[in-house]
């Protein structure tokens, strides 16, 4: 069966700070990958989605970054974190080709604070 | 564009208390409806989705939804509430082109009372 899985779960990073969140999917090939962000009661907010590897695709501008270096690997990245990037962030990943209907599946999120 | 819309921030029921939360979306064809369910903390949990044929479709933990075209709605049911079900839940379009991206609404916070 397919996992995925998010580290760390939390983080407290200061300003300025550089960032990295890592998501991996186990038991399927080739997922297109989404990365998410969850601001304190507010809905989901599409960041990056990836259909394949280096393909990465931005949804909204922003202070972030994604890369996909391997296959079932998804990066979320930042050289300097400002406070509004605090949020809980979720990768998630659909098995299906792009254009048909299929399911996304989440990770269980890492809840980021920026001080 | 798509959008969704659930109007209902936060609602509060009884334990065995039926439940209906709203979801309205806006697609220019007939969408991929989701519901997913999100406990504090953690991930979200599929609940049920729909993509074609039957209208009412049945959910894991006893939910169900049905997709009426007419009103652009795809609202959520449950007949008796359980305690356990207290938490945010999030009704999601999804596109039938690009990457199978998910448009999210706000989200609406169930909490439940004894």
């Known amino acids: 069966s397919q996992t995925i899985h998010q580290w760390p779960a939390t983080l407290v990073q200061p300003v ?23 601001a304190a009661g507010r809905g989901l907010q599409l960041l990056f989605y990836s259909v394949g590897i280096g393909q990465i695709s931005s949804e909204v501008p922003q202070n972030l970054s994604a890369s996909r270096p391997q ?14 990037d605090s949020g809980f962030y979720l990768c998630a990943w659909t098995a299906s080709p792009s254009g048909t209907a299929d399911t996304q599946y989440f990770g269980p999120g890492t809840r980021l604070t920026v001080l | 564009a798509q959008s969704v819309t659930q109007p209902d921030i936060h609602i509060t029921v009884s334990e065995g208390a039926s439940l209906e939360l709203r979801c309205n979306y806006s697609y220019g064809a007939t969408p ?20 074609s044929g039957d209208t009412l479709v049945q959910g894991i933990k006893g939910f169900e939804a049905e997709f009426k075209r007419s009103q652009s709605s795809f609202n959520l049911r ?7 079900d207290a938490a945010e839940y999030f009704c999601a379009v999804g596109a039938r082109t690009g990457a199978n991206n998910l ?12």
Do not use: A, M
């Not at chain 2, 997913?36 to 993509?51: N, R």
């Not at chain 2, 449950?78 to 356990?84: E, R, Y």
């Open chain 1, 71 to 84: 296959d079932r690997q998804f990066i979320l990245s930042s050289k300097k974190l400002l406070l509004s």
């Open chain 2, 103 to 114: 448009f999210f609404g706000t989200g609406t916070r169930l909490t439940v009372i004894p």
């Open chain 2, 78 to 84: 449950k007949p008796s509430v359980h305690w356990s």
């Open chain 2, 32 to 51: 991929y409806l989701f519901w997913y369910v999100q406990s504090p903390g953690q991930g979200l949990q599929l609940l049920l989705k729909y993509f």
């Open chain 1, 16 to 38: 300025g700070s550089p960032l990295s969140l890592e998501c991996t999917v186990e038991g399927t090939s080739n997922p297109n990958l989404y990365w998410y962000r969850q």
